[in-house]
Structure formats: structure tokens, C-alpha cells
């Protein structure tokens, strides 16, 4: 997945294209949690698909929903979706800075003194 420790950083090159990907899976996961959002309201909650696909990108995006729900259903599966959401958001912000933390990390850990010191 990364270069190890011991293993010089990769170019700047390759390291956008690892950000890219990223970046990529971290939209691609996004882009199902809202399909879910989207299915779920329209199919527990009967909303319309422009109305569902709102409502879920508004709980999605941390803002909270804009229609009231009616059903048990709709109800259940919209706080069982925010709490998701929120997971996603903590799991995309994740998968978005994790090649740059490893690389400023890397790059912080080839510096040590610690290191330039055991190969003496």
C-alpha cells in the first residue's frame, strides 16, 4: 500500500497519483452512502426521487433532513442513516488525508536523528 519506513519516499509523481486514488475511493464512497440515502427514502418514506435524493445529501453533508417523515420506517432508517453518515464522513476524511499524513510522516521520519545516528 505505502513504502515502508526504510524505503525512500517515491516521486511526486507517483504520490498524486496515490492521492488521486484516494481521493477517487474516498468519492466512491460517498457517491453509494448517498445512493443508499436515496433508496431508502424512496422507498421506506415514498418520497419522490428529487426529494429523497435532497434529503440524503442533506443528512449526508451533516445538515439534517428537509422533508418530514411519517412512517416508523422512514424514521428508523433516517437515524440509523445519520449515524452512518457520520461514520462515512470520519472514514472519507480518513481515506483522503492518509497519503499525505504517511508521506509527511515518512518524509518527517527519514529526518530523525534517531536514524542518522543507528546507521553510523
Known amino acids: 500500500m505505502f513504502e515502508h519506513r526504510k524505503q525512500p519516499l517515491v516521486s511526486t509523481r507517483e504520490f498524486i497519483k496515490r492521492v488521486g486514488k484516494y481521493t477517487a475511493l474516498a468519492f466512491l464512497l460517498v457517491a453509494v452512502s448517498w445512493l443508499i440515502g436515496i433508496l431508502g427514502y424512496r422507498l421506506l418514506e415514498g418520497l419522490p426521487w428529487i426529494d429523497a435524493t435532497l434529503n440524503a445529501a442533506m443528512i449526508l453533508g451533516g445538515m439534517g ?38 508521506r509527511f510522516m515518512h518524509k518527517f521520519h527519514l529526518q530523525s536523528p534517531e536514524d542518522k545516528g543507528s546507521s553510523e
Open 65 to 102: 433532513p428537509v422533508d418530514q417523515l411519517h412512517t416508523a420506517a422512514g424514521k428508523l432508517f433516517a437515524s440509523f442513516y445519520a449515524l452512518f453518515s457520520g461514520i462515512i464522513f470520519l472514514v472519507s476524511v480518513g481515506i483522503l488525508l492518509a497519503p499525505i499524513i504517511h
